[in-house]
Structures are given as structure tokens and as C-alpha cells.
């Protein structure tokens, strides 16, 4: 979950996972004073990670195969924007490329090429 994307997302995730009969997990993206960002920005962050597709918005509940239904919900709409348009918000990423800009143009492609596998992948479990 990511409330900054999506608070409709995040309630219906905690609903499911508490009414679930068994244990449950929620993975939450949290901000942090430590990524090098403006603390009262850290719900726009969490957008811009949905937006580029490096957080996917997704639940999983097994009750729904019973139901002949998949158990995966993608709730993510596609990437809207670049993973670096997340990326440099971050003091982390702004420093690799201040200090090393061709290593970090060479690794912000790599890290766009992960996020686009990935999303692929989630977006084809999904689909089953």
C-alpha cells in the first residue's frame, strides 16, 4: 500500500487483511527524513513511486480463489512517468548523479529497465 497513491487502495487493503481468517500481511511504502526529501512531501513521494511503477499497488487475498477468482488484485494503473522523475527527488540518486553522471545515467536506464520488467511481470500474474 501506498496511502499518498491511493487511499481508497489502502483502506480496501487493510479491510481485506483484517477480515481475513488466517494471518495477514500489509506492505506499506513509508517515507523517510533519510531519502533526502521534504518530510510533509513524503505522501506526493509515495504517488511518484506508483506514478513511475517502482511501488505497485496490488492485493493479494487467497479467499478469492475459492470464489474461482485470482487472488491477485493489480490495482496499479501503468506507469505514468519516468522512474527518475521519482528517483531524483532523493538525496541518494541526486548524489550518484552529481558525483559519477555517466555511471548514474547508465544505472537509472538499468533501474528503468528492472522497473518495466517488473511491472510486466506483476501485471501478467494479474491476468491469470
Known amino acids: ?3 499518498g497513491a491511493n487511499d481508497a487502495q489502502t483502506i480496501k487493503a487493510i479491510q481485506e487483511a483484517e477480515a481475513f481468517d488466517g ?4 506492505i506499506a511504502y513509508s517515507h523517510c527524513i533519510a531519502h533526502g526529501i521534504d518530510i510533509a512531501k513524503g505522501m506526493t513521494q509515495q504517488k511518484l513511486a506508483v506514478d513511475s511503477g517502482y511501488w505497485i499497488l496490488y ?7 475459492a470464489a474461482g477468482k485470482n487472488p491477485l488484485q493489480f490495482d496499479s494503473g501503468a506507469p505514468k ?3 527518475k522523475d521519482y528517483a531524483y527527488n532523493e538525496t541518494l540518486y541526486r548524489m550518484l548523479a552529481q558525483s559519477h ?4 545515467d547508465r544505472l ?3 533501474a528503468q529497465d528492472l522497473v ?5 511481470r506483476y501485471e501478467e500474474l494479474a491476468a491469470k
Open 81 to 83: 512517468i519516468a522512474f
Open 116 to 120: 518495466n520488467t517488473h511491472w510486466k
Open 1 to 3: 500500500i501506498a496511502m
Open 108 to 110: 537509472m536506464k538499468q
Open 101 to 104: 553522471p555517466q555511471e548514474a
Open 23 to 26: 494471518p495477514a500481511i500489509l
Open 59 to 65: 492485493r493479494y487475498n487467497p479467499a478469492l480463489r
